[in-house]
């Protein structure tokens, strides 16, 4: 894997570097021939260059019957140039001149016209160019000399054959050259690239066999990358260490609940196998009692099955509520009544407040009566038959304030976070505390299916405070 990223990556960068090459090689044969081609040497020249300045300037000489001149522009022209200009006859012989030098012949052989024009003349210190001009029926020649120590003409002379086979080998040896200096930096290139790809991927895959023990310094071109990889390891390492927190209350909560479950189901089997028992005579009023203590078991079993189910349907978002308008003074004082009728919780002081007779709200009446009644009955099992509860229902504005509040054993600070689990039982459950353990999560559940809000504060050994907002 490492070597098919590098080798993506060598192979990418070879091919722009080639292509870069070709395309350069391109443009240099493309300039080369247009300059060939083009009949005024563009590159090379202008109509400020010394060679253009000579070419035309037959057009400021001037011939009469009496002699010859130059025009002013003409002479303006060689001045702004530092420029001088000798004029000579068909023998050679100078008829006329401009700002010449003190150092220049007068008189030119053929040989020395050819040498003047190839070779700077160092006693003038000028580059010489040649032009021609006809009038009278006679042919001129003229020399005009640029004393600029910046400009040089050099005569190149070569075969094209030659230059054909060079370039051929030249740009073979140049595509090798640059090739393999291409392949040198597109390996360490790559290989810086693709070094932390690597440790990206090799990360990637431990965090697919789950594990999460990698950290990676945040830094180079990839720092934001190894950030949010390590940003990912962090939430995967606490979901897992969450899912098995929970796996493990949950394993508890099914032993708990099985325990729990077993109990009545003893119970009623063992008072149906007494009663269908021939070798006992029982009196009405026994199997009126068997009965009973059958049919309470019974409710006990339905009870948790229906917590069950209502807690699996509430998570899964599959409860439809029943919404109307409640008026919920009514509905919590009659959870508070069938505690209080409860054969086991009759003796238990609750008290029950209001701000107002008639406190109307859209809710679903039977899940919102099944919250508060799980948060009272949470109150009286966690607390000693002495300790008041205090149940009250206020309006602020449009928000309905449901309060349950005691002054009892109060909860653990690290037990507060846990209470709306599912699954969670508290460490102060008593004996009465039997059945799902799902009455707090339930409760939990119910509010924000409502689009509510619960809040619970406490204080060990100084009571709790359990609040819903709807």
Partial sequence: MKWRLTGRYLASVVLIVVIVIFINILVIIGLYIYQNESPKYPFLQGDNSAEAITRSFGQEIVLSETGMDITGQGKDTLERNQAWIQILDENGNQVYGFRV?????????????????????????????????????????????????????????YDIRKVGRFLQIGIVTVLCVDGFIALCI??????????????????????????????????????????NVNMLTEELRASELERNRLDRMKEEWIANISHDIKTPLASIQGYS????????????????DYAEIIERKSLYLKDVIEDLNLSTRLRNMGLTLNLKSVNVVSLVRNAVIDTLNDTRYGNRNIDFRYSDEVILK???????????????????????????????????????RIVVEDHGKGIREEELERIFDRYYRGTNTGELHKGS????????????????????????HSGTRIEILL
């Fill in 101 to 157: 030098p003190p150092e220049a012949k007068t008189k030119y052989t053929p040989m020395d016209i050819v040498q003047t024009y190839k070779y700077m003349e160092k006693e003038l210190m000028s580059t010489v160019f040649i032009g021609e001009k006809q009038g009278n029926g006679k042919r001129y020649s003229y020399l005009i000399g640029f004393q600029d120590p910046y400009l040089e003409r050099n005569i190149l002379t």
């Fill in 362 to 400: 859209e809710v679903d009446e039977i899940l919102i009566r099944r919250a508060v009644a799980n948060l009272i009955y949470n109150a009286v099992v966690h607390n000693s038959e002495d300790v008041s509860i205090a149940v009250s229902v206020e309006k602020e504005g449009g928000t309905v």
């Fill in 186 to 227: 597109a390996y360490l290139f790559s290989k810086r690239l693709t070094r932390p790809l690597s440790a990206l991927i090799d990360g990637i895959k431990q965090l697919a066999h789950k594990n999460y023990r990698g950290h990676y310094e945040t830094k180079g071109i990839y720092k934001d990358v190894f950030y």
């Fill in 273 to 288: 196998e007494m009663m269908r028992d021939k070798d006992y005579d029982f009196t009405v009023e026994e199997m009126r």
């Fill in 437 to 460: 353990g799902l009455g707090m999560a339930i409760a939990n559940d119910i509010v924000k299916a409502h689009d509510g809000e619960i809040h619970v504060m406490s204080e060990f």
